[in-house]
């Protein structure tokens, strides 16, 4: 069974940055799409951005695009989110996932199926 266990999440202040983790086990990283989301209280699902497997390619969503990236070290079996210039609208539960594929229609339909317990980010006044 696929575990993800992300971490990372926190309060901050706008303009700041924070970088979520993702570390699965079960399965090697590599070889799979994963991909990162969020939900904000009361809004659906957002897809962010996602990674292909080995030779890896990403893709961002055009509302985190320049300021999110995605990446990830295989030997620690682990994907990360480098989140910069955050914004009120940031905040939410940020959960990694594995994924139907990776592209941005990975992303605009939400296409993700196993996905961990979450991380919160608020991003204050």
């Known amino acids: 069974q696929v575990q993800l266990v992300e971490s990372g999440g926190a309060s901050v202040a706008p303009g700041a940055s924070l970088k979520l983790s993702c570390s699965a086990s079960r399965f090697a990283l590599d070889y799979y799409p994963l991909g990162w989301l969020r939900q904000a209280s009361g809004k659906e699902r957002e897809g962010l951005s996602c990674?292909?497997?080995?030779?890896?390619?990403?893709y961002v969503a055009d509302s985190v695009k320049g300021r999110f990236t995605i990446s990830r070290d295989n030997r620690k079996n682990t994907v990360y989110l480098q989140m910069n210039s955050l914004k009120p609208e940031d905040t939410a539960v940020y959960y990694c996932?594995?994924?139907?594929?990776?592209?941005?229609?990975?992303?605009?339909?939400?296409?993700?199926?196993?996905w961990g317990q979450g991380t919160q980010v608020t991003v204050g006044q």
């Open positions: 990674i292909t497997g080995s030779p890896a390619r990403t």
């Open positions: 996932a594995t994924s139907v594929g990776c592209s941005m229609a990975t992303l605009a339909q939400s296409l993700f199926n196993y």
